[in-house]
């Protein structure tokens, strides 16, 4: 990590003793992406590429930023390929308390808050909650207190035996949907803490295969979507989520943070929601 001007500009998980042509080569392959096809989203010559990632040719700066965009590498890891290149990192990494991110701070509240009767929660890069709206809370009880103690991992609370697994009525299915989500973030990524949790998470004991879903409230809406199907007050809760992240972050826990709101699937769900918000 390096400091500058008072900000932290925090290095990827990639190794920064490797080349820029090192880093570039790896992220390609990644993306699954031959030269020629990198060359011409980034439009330059594949012989400028290969001289590139052989070591031949050092990119300025506006290029390895060019490229970065391309390959759509995360913020924080472009970092990694400045400082590989020979320059500084400038994409800095403020806490969310800081003042320069009051105004995201202020969007983040909002959207939780407004969603209420409704469960909405932030979660960073890892799946560790930042923050949550009471509906939230109150469907927390009976989670294992150890599973509660800050940082919160999201993921870990949801399927651990002793967290909300219990209560999740579509546990096979919701379990198989997360368990590729985070994949998917693991190979797009190659973050090690990342791909610990997904290793973690299919130890868990894994319930039954689930057919398809009932038709009806609760169920799969036709195909569209995965439900998600909790069991609180005795009822079962039918919920679809949406995920909202921040648009053209420069900052790099801003461009590491996501909204999950979940939405009532049927009207008994709304309901049982807004009784549970005005008992409470």
Request: with cysteine.
């Amino acid at each position: 990590m390096e400091r500058h001007c008072g900000l932290r500009y925090r290095l990827g998980v990639m190794d920064t003793g490797r080349s820029i042509g090192d880093h570039l080569r790896s992220w390609r392959q990644r993306r699954r992406m031959s030269q020629l096809d990198l060359a011409s989203e980034a439009e330059i010559s594949t012989r400028h590429l290969s001289f590139v990632e052989s070591g031949r040719s050092q990119p300025s700066r506006d290029m390895v930023l060019h490229l970065a965009e391309r390959l759509e590498i995360p913020l924080r890891d472009r970092n990694v390929l400045l400082v590989s290149a020979g320059f500084a990192p400038i994409f800095p990494e403020r806490p969310l308390e800081d003042p320069h991110l009051r105004s995201a701070r202020r969007a983040i509240e909002l959207v939780l808050t407004g969603h209420e009767p409704y469960p909405a929660l932030a979660v960073d890069r890892h799946w560790q909650l930042v923050a949550a709206n009471t509906a939230v809370e109150r469907l927390l009880s009976g989670a294992a207190p150890s599973l509660l103690v800050p940082p919160v991992n999201v993921l870990r609370l949801s399927l651990h035996p002793e967290g909300l697994a219990p209560r999740i009525a579509n546990l096979a299915q919701w379990r198989q949907h997360l368990l590729e989500r985070l994949r998917r973030q693991v190979d797009l990524s190659a973050d090690p803490v990342l791909a610990d949790l997904l290793d973690e998470l299919r130890r868990y004991p894994a319930p039954a295969r689930a057919g398809r879903p009932p038709d009806g409230p609760g169920g799969d809406f036709g195909g569209v979507v995965i439900p998600f199907r909790f069991v609180s007050e005795g009822a079962v809760l039918s919920f679809f989520s949406t995920t909202t992240v921040f648009g053209t972050p420069l900052d790099i826990t801003l461009s590491e943070l996501a909204l999950e709101a979940f939405f009532p699937a049927d009207p008994a769900t709304a309901e049982t929601l807004s009784r549970l918000a005005r008992k409470a």
